[in-house]
């Protein structure tokens, strides 16, 4: 990582905003696909690989998700973004805003350039709306989850099922014992690598 977002990294006051940098940094530096912890898969992410690089989106489409991401190596994208988090570092230090640096950054760089980012219909990743209903169905049956997803069809904008659904956080009884809630997990097409920060 450049020594400028390593001292961004450090100097910032969020975990949250720590983590944006350096899982947007991962993506651009080796290419593959962003997900947050509390992203509930049900079916493999091969689809999504003819794309350059994607964002998903979330209430009502109207708003650009850095839950989950995916690009090729070095994309001009997510490169301008890593720009603009030095940019404006340099020219106001840093921000208490926790999302400065993940859904507010991807939301400005969206409002001044529109359709600069390739975005994923929302079913794709947040066919439920509601925390709640979404860790409900996160803890049923897959046979049961299928009926579910079958009764959601008239959310889905083209023929493609959903990849995944956004819980919106993974209730604590239900983390792994002895790893903490940041971890990032950077999907390529050679091989999949997880890192979790244990718990202090």
């Known amino acids: 990582m450049p020594e400028i977002l390593a001292t961004i990294v450090k100097q910032a006051p969020w975990f949250a905003m720590k983590s944006d940098i350096i899982r947007l940094w991962l993506v651009c530096h080796f290419g593959g696909i962003y997900l947050d912890t509390d992203i509930y898969p049900l079916r493999n992410f091969d689809e999504l690989l003819v794309y350059d690089h994607f964002l998903a989106v979330h209430l009502g489409g109207r708003s650009v998700s850095n839950a989950v991401f995916g690009a090729t190596p070095g994309h001009y994208a997510l490169a301008h973004a ?3 988090i030095v940019e404006n570092f340099r020219l106001n230090g840093i921000s208490a805003r926790r999302t400065e640096f993940g859904p507010a950054l991807f939301n400005s760089i969206e409002r001044r350039k ?4 390739r975005k994923l219909p929302k079913h794709y990743f947040y066919i439920l709306n509601r925390q709640e209903s979404a860790l409900r169905f996160r803890a049923k049956t897959s046979k049961e989850q299928a009926a579910d997803l079958k009764k959601l069809t008239s959310r889905m904008t083209d023929d493609v099922e959903p990849f995944a659904i956004h819980t919106w956080g993974i ?3 239900e983390m792994p014992a002895g790893f903490g809630r940041s971890s990032f997990a950077v999907e390529s097409r050679e091989r999949i690598v997880v890192q ?3 718990a202090s």
Not at 114 to 117: E, H, Q, V
């Open 171 to 173: 209730p604590p009884s």
């Open 82 to 84: 890593l720009s603009m």
């Open 196 to 198: 979790r920060t244990r």
């Open 114 to 117: 529109p359709g600069y980012f």
